[in-house]
């Protein structure tokens, strides 16, 4: 309130402009001045009323002020101009993620060149400005700075300008790129964006080349050899190499997987007709065949000396019949050799001969060729007989040769006795068996005789011969058997020859050979065999020896030869060496689903067979029954398992892995050997099955990992049980209990108090919240309430809890009856699992009173040299609306409140009555209350012995929470047993008696 004594002056602003004739645009730079000025009539002040932005905002304003006295007369007018000027302000980064450091973009590693990858959207506030943009860092790995990306400076545009390959099979898997703008004043912001690397499949395989890309192999190799194994690498993650002949083989097989390249077919290196070296192109191809790469493998084939082939006859022995009266150098024996190694030459020599034998016989070393010397026979004087030993022998470093032996007979000439002229010079062969009367040999002799005929008989009778006198044909009397033992098979016969007076006679021996045919097939003493073996036999043992024989006297119908049939699961596990069976390299395995359908046994075909002609053959078989032995321990596998913390009793946890190679497979108990399972016991495990469940309740915020040692036995993995053979392997199980939020975040206090002045615009206060489930970047703060028109806001830097600050200034001794409250009562709300499962997030809320004092600040004025004038009042006047119903609405408002709570209450009743957690905060009803079944374990005093069954079976319960007989949740159980009557499974607390069934049987 003014003095009286004092002249009351009141001041009005004028506003003129001064830059604009148009009354209308003069108007509204009026209306713009009033909206950011404030002026106060009584003391003249002039105030802004909001920031100004030198781009949008008027820039000049010119005041015209009038002074007045009370009686409204002008005492003075000024003219007062306010310029508002220009601050530079940094450039604004528009996307909030590039800013924050997370921003990602993803290409393949081909991306191509000048293509944009990612654009940087960036504004500058002042008028006219240009923005540079410019790459500050780039993170790469294996290389720190790749030096692949570029922003262009003009728009922000980045993309690859750079060659150097991005490539993600050699470790380039993200690029982090800073980027700044700045304007002309060199004012900035920045950010990252992360450029993510997708692999491709773009790396072709490469095969590894083989020195000189060539390999040796001897020509002797066998069918089947395992050549090499080609290898080609593909750099590609998670790619495939697939192997294949760009060209098909016929010598060779190569393995579309593994790379092995074996021998298909035998090998010759003197055939001219096949070539010496193989070139094989091979092709190996990745996934989808998207890639192929080639190599050219030569197979260069080796030569081995093989040994000259002699003709079988020579080889076998040769007579030869040579007459006393042949020539000099005459042709007596020409020997047929030859040499399997192409451009080898022979050479024959004689090892050894008859004495007397290199007078008469001369060899050519070159041809092989038998003439007779020069020195005549004579066969009244010299030997009857002559014979050589002759090799032929290849000529190289390691001769190798085949040799025969020449009998030479020197045939005389008689001329006065009969001269038999078809004596054979070997033996008459016959086969046995032949019908009587069949001509075994015609045998001839002249005399000369003229006119004067010859006769033959046997010198002494020959059982089972006979001769004709006339025409010398020896013939059977009788069939003759093989095996009849009064009969020689090979008897030498002497027929004479004589003229028609028996003057002169002359005799000849034939040597008759029975010939053994094959009419007898092998007998062996059982035709069906049946053997046991334990799978591990050794490998080579020798499982059964046949016994067969043939009545055939002589070689080859009585040599006997052995060949077996193998379906293929026997394939390599049998081997036939003559009459023996042994175990072969594959051995016994009963161990095989496969084997199961074949009841354990191998069935093997033993042909029998002689050498005769055409061969005869008796078949043996053989049942080789295998037998079990427990060979494999349990091999455990990885058992990490988890579980949710809020699981209820008897939640399937996992199943403890462990594979076991013995039939039957996987045939197991499990035991517990050592457990970190707490107390009480949290889990228990099934022994048959080594199904973990949950046996009590489990907390993380207790304990968020347990461990155990479990046991695995194998059983029934031998021929008879013995306890002694079981098996058993020990793996150590880990079980991690998941985290549920079931915990609010926590404020400590829950309640603040701070006192402020009205001038503060710093932080004031900082909030010291925790969740147990959730770490500090997943708790989101909010005001929710006392914050009515933003005068406080929260700060928060990095993860850590945010800092209460005022966000504006409080209006005190503006006006009379005008002014901010100076207690504030804020609710700040905490959120749990930002960013997660909105329906999983728990909240608190945090009270904060904040005392503001109001605080002003005086001001210095210059004296001023004020004029008379009059001058007019401005009044401010401020509304302020209060809601003021009648009284009959409060009471109505809080019946219907109470009515609602009424409602919400029973229907909470109705959904949570039965609920063990919640049961117990309303009424029970006792009418329809279930009378909980007879437990059997309830008396303490008459416990169950061990073979004693029980009455009455427990009833399981409706919830798997509640125990029989307890109405209250969470029970712990230590302990697990089997009904003896029912045969079902239950758990029981040992102290107190109460029991819960399992759901399974």
Known sequence: MAHPRHRILTASPLLLDTGSTNPGSRMAHRNAAFLALSF??????????????????????ELVVECRDAADLAV??????????????????????FVKGTAVKSIDENHPMLVPVYSVEARDPDEGNLLTYSLVSESSAPTPDGNFFSVDPTNGVVSRTSANPLDFDEGYHTCQLKIQVKDRSDLSCEGMVTIEIQDLNDEPPEFVKYPG?????????????????????????????????????????????????????KLDFDNPANPKTYPLLMKATDNDAMHTSFYTLSIVVLNENEPPACDPGFSAGVSLIVMETLPANAVVYRILAS?????????????????????????????????TTAVPLDYEKDPKIFAMVVSATDKTADPKSCTGTLTFNIMNDNDE?????????????????????????????????????????????????????????????????????????????????????????????????LLDLNDNPPRCEDDVMVVTFAETTPIGTSLLRLKCTDDDILAPNNVLQYSMELDDHSTNKFTLEGDEVTLGPNGLDYDSLTFSGMQFT?????????????????????????????????????????VAENSVLGTLVGTVRFTDRDWPFNNLKYTVVGDDFGSPPRFYIEPDTGIIKVLN????????????????????????????RQLSRIAVVTINIQNVNDEPPVCDPEHYKALIYSTDKAPFLRLRCSDKDSPNDQLGYAITGGNGVNRFTLQRAGDDPPFLATSQNFQYHVFEGIQDPTVFQLLIQVTDEVGGNPAARLTSTATVIVEVIPWTTTVATKPTTTTTTSVTTSVLVKLAYVWNPDTWFPAILALTGVLLLLCLYAVSWGLLKESPKYGRFFPQCHGCKKKPPN???????????????????????????????????????????VDIATGKHYLFNSKTGESQWLNHT
């Not at 036995?713 to 021929?719: G, R, S």
Request: glycine share 4%; hydrophobic share 35%.
């Open 40 to 61: 106060m009539a009584v003391n003249g002040n002039i105030q802004t009323k909001k920031t100004f932005d030198y781009e949008v905002d008027p820039r000049r304003f």
């Open 76 to 97: 003075a007018r000024a003219t007062l101009v306010i310029n508002i000027l220009d601050k530079e302000e940094p450039p604004e980064c528009l996307n909030e993620a």
């Open 213 to 265: 890309d060539t390999i040796e192999v001897s020509e002797s190799a066998i069918v089947g050899t395992m050549i090499t194994t080609v290898q080609a690498t593909d750099k590609d993650a998670g790619s495939k190499v697939t192997y294949s002949f760009a060209v098909p083989q016929e010598m060779f097989t190569l393995d579309p997987d593994l790379g092995a390249l074996t021998l298909r077919k």
């Open 339 to 371: 040499d399997p190694d192409e451009g080898e030459d022979i050479k024959f020599e004689v090892l050894d001969w008859m004495e007397g034998t290199d007078i008469y016989f001369y060899l050519n070393e070159d041809s092989g060729v038998i003439s």
């Open 417 to 513: 006795a009969p001269i038999f002229i078809n004596v054979p010079a070997n033996r008459i062969t016959f086969p046995e068996n032949r019908p009587a009367g069949t001509v075994l040999y015609d045998l001839r002799a002249t005399d000369r005789d003229v006119d004067d005929g010859v006769h033959y008989e046997f010198i002494k009778p020959y059982r089972g011969l006979s001769i004709n006198e006339d025409t010398g044909d020896i013939t059977l009397a009788f069939p003759l058997d093989y095996e009849d033992q009064s009969i020689p098979p090979m008897r030498t016969v002497t027929v004479r020859a004589y003229d028609n007076d028996r003057v002169h006679s002359s005799t000849a021996q034939i040597t008759f050979s």
């Open 602 to 642: 191998h069935i093997l075909i033993i042909r029998v067979s002689d050498r005769g002609e055409p061969p005869l053959t008796s078949i043996v078989t053989v049942f080789v029954r295998v037998t079990r032995v427990n060979e494999f321990e349990p091999e455990p596998r990885e058992n990490v398992f988890t």
């Open 697 to 724: 309740a489990l907390d993380r915020e207790e304990k968020a990992q347990y461990t155990a040692r479990i046991q695995a036995t194998d059983l029934n993995n031998d021929k008879e049980p013995d306890p002694l």
């Open 935 to 977: 437990d059997p374990f309830q008396n303490k005093n008459t416990g169950l012995r061990e073979a004693e069954p029980i009455e009455r079976p427990l009833k399981p319960s409706e919830k798997s929470t509640v125990l029989p007989g307890n109405p209250f949740p969470s029970t712990i159980y230590d302990g697990r047993a």
